[in-house]
């Protein structure tokens, strides 16, 4: 069975052309909150949106990443 994560938080992270990250929300506790947060971010920069942890960096997008709550307190 896999393992699933404890997720209490979600942190919005812009991704730009060169591979830059730049925070846009940080420790948002609701996942719906988050994704609209990035689809604005997303628009704005005219950038692609993503949501999946873990892959590889991707330029010009806005990813939600999960916040472990050890990394949340």
């Known amino acids: 069975m ?14 730009d052309a060169q591979g830059t990250e730049t925070p846009v929300a940080q420790q948002l506790d609701d996942r719906k909150d988050a994704a609209d947060v990035a689809r604005k971010a997303a628009a704005e920069r005219g950038a ?12 010009n997008c806005v990813c939600v990443i999960p916040v472990p709550p050890a990394k949340a307190a």
């Not at 692609?48 to 330029?59: A, I, K, N, Q, Y």
């Open 2 to 15: 896999p393992k699933i994560m404890d997720v209490t938080m979600y942190d919005v992270v812009y991704i």
């Open 48 to 59: 692609g949106r993503m949501m999946l942890p873990g892959s590889s960096r991707l330029p």
